[in-house]
């Protein structure tokens, strides 16, 4: 089940309605509010929030959340990254790969 609601999730982000892009983040809110426990909520929204919305600074919160549930979860760690990145906050990518390694 935890993979159909992320899988229809995600394929949500990428399409390009308005209102598959509210369906979408509507999801991820729900999400998250049934199993804030789960990383996949958190990611699926950080999508939303940076492909879509242009809210880099809330995509970062989402990546960084979902790191901190799973520090292994190279979707997260990488979409920290380039969310990073694209906000222009460059400095913090060193810190939150280092964060996320596994040796850390």
Do not use: W
């Amino acid at each position: 089940m935890k993979h159909i609601l992320v899988t229809c999730l995600l394929v949500s982000v990428f399409v390009c309605t308005f209102a598959a892009r509210e369906e979408a983040q509507t999801a991820a809110d729900k999400a998250i509010e049934l199993r804030p426990d789960l990383a996949d909520g958190y990611i699926a929204r950080g999508y939303i929030r940076s492909l879509h919305l242009r809210d880099f600074r809330g995509a970062d919160e989402d990546f960084r959340r979902a790191l901190s549930i799973e520090p292994e979860n190279s979707e997260a760690l990488v979409n920290a990254i380039v969310s990073a990145v694209a906000g222009e906050k460059a400095d913090d990518v060193t810190v939150v790969a280092i964060r996320s390694s596994p040796s850390s």
